[in-house]
């Protein structure tokens, strides 16, 4: 990875395996993505053959990808107050562990989850507890906590919350933050206005080395709305410009981008050599 370098790409489909993922990923101009390591509602994960892992490892060295960011299953509350959602979360989430390691030194990105009238502190105390069960010192993947917009009792949308939960990890080094600008913009936080305000009071609290990834998404809803309806670029309340400053910001340039719009392939292909 090279320092200067834009790495942008999107969601894309496990379906068709990893090579696919990687050839998909080059046939839209990216260079990184994302993907679910299972289906996103849930459902049986299907079996990794070692050898279709190994040809995008060596696919994304040679084409020189950034890091690639896998995303949890939406529906897991890590911080539910029935325990035998919180104990499925668990289950998912180390299996994912394992998942990841056949593609070595990437990303997994998720929700931190509602607290569900349980209370912010009791949601963050389940929250750490979870990643100190799965993570383990011999993992290569680091998991990212993605800011939320604070939608319904969601924990992360104020960078407290998320430091309070790192702080209480023991392998600190294995976990890190994932920004999404329009979870960022619908939280209260003007990403696209005041970003270098916003990358300073992030610093502030958790610490800029802590931040891995983006993700890069307009908003249909104003600042603080608390809503998290993602936009294509330049469709909402963001704009075009103030997202491509974001995108190329000297803190943030050289982290993946990944785009979460409402977009068919071409419009990513489209956002991607847009925003590069
Ligand atoms: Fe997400
Ligand atoms: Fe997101
Ligand atoms: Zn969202």
Excluded at 9 to 33: K, P, Q, V, W, Y
Excluded at 226 to 236: L, T, W
Aim: aromatic fraction near 6%; charge should be negative.
């Amino acid at each position: 990875m090279k320092e200067n370098t834009v790495y942008m790409g999107c969601h894309l489909s496990m379906a068709d395996g990893f090579r696919a993922m990687g050839e998909r990923a080059l046939s839209i101009g990216a260079n990184t993505f994302a993907f679910f390591t299972r289906n996103p509602r849930g459902g049986k994960a299907k079996d990794i053959i070692p050898e279709d892992a190994a040809a995008l490892c060596e696919m994304l060295a040679k084409e020189n990808f950034g890091t690639l960011v896998a995303h949890a299953p939406y529906t897991l509350n890590p911080c539910s107050g029935k325990e035998n959602v919180r104990e499925f979360a668990f289950l998912a989430m180390s299996d994912e562990m394992i998942r990841m390691e056949s593609v070595p030194g990437n990303y997994y990105n998720f929700h931190p989850g509602s607290h569900v009238g349980q209370g912010v502190e009791t949601g963050i105390a389940q929250i750490s507890e979870l990643l100190n069960r799965i993570l383990k010192p011999e993992q290569t993947t680091t998991v990212l906590l993605e800011t939320m917009s604070g939608k319904g009792s969601e924990i992360g949308s104020r960078f407290e919350e998320l430091r309070e939960i790192i702080d209480r990890v023991e392998l600190r080094e294995k976990v890190g933050v994932c920004l999404d600008t329009c979870h960022l913009n619908d939280a209260g936080y003007d990403i696209a206005g005041d970003p270098d305000g916003v990358l300073g009071e992030f610093d502030k609290i958790i610490g800029l080395d802590k931040l891995k990834a983006l993700h890069i998404n307009d908003s249909m809803n104003p600042l603080g709305a608390h809503k998290d309806r993602h936009a294509r670029i330049g469709e909402g309340t963001l704009g075009y410009e103030a997202i491509k400053r974001i995108v190329h910001h000297p803190a943030l340039v050289g982290l993946p981008c990944i785009l979460e719009t409402p977009n068919e392939l071409d419009g990513y292909a489209r956002e991607i050599k847009m925003l590069k």
